[in-house]
């Protein structure tokens, strides 16, 4: 027997979006104004995980050691577009 409740996170056994409300506009622009903040927000939450695997992984060779830095490179790239479109 299947039990599902309405706060699992399966999408075939929540049917909580089933029943609700239509999104108004104002509620989906207030949505869309919130993405580059929390693409800000993903991208240096992965620059402090990059820089927190730089510093306790003393067993990374040199050229693991040099992806890492080319991925950390990348994603502040990416914060600073996003820092420079707020303005």
Not at 16 to 45: G, T, W
Not at 53 to 62: A, F, G, P, Q, S
Not at 65 to 79: A, D, G, N, T, W
Request: aromatic letters at 6%; a positive charge; one cysteine or more.
């Amino acid at each position: 027997m299947i039990i599902s409740r309405l706060s699992d996170s399966e999408p075939v056994l929540n049917l909580k979006d089933l029943f609700q409300e239509e999104i108004s506009e104002k509620e989906i622009e207030v949505k869309l104004n919130q993405l580059p903040e929390r693409a800000k927000r993903a991208n240096m939450k992965l620059l402090e995980e990059i820089q927190i695997v730089l510093k306790r992984c003393t067993h990374l060779n040199d050229n693991q050691r040099l992806m890492y830095c080319e991925s950390q490179r990348y994603f502040m790239k990416q914060y600073l577009r996003e820092m420079n479109k707020q303005r």
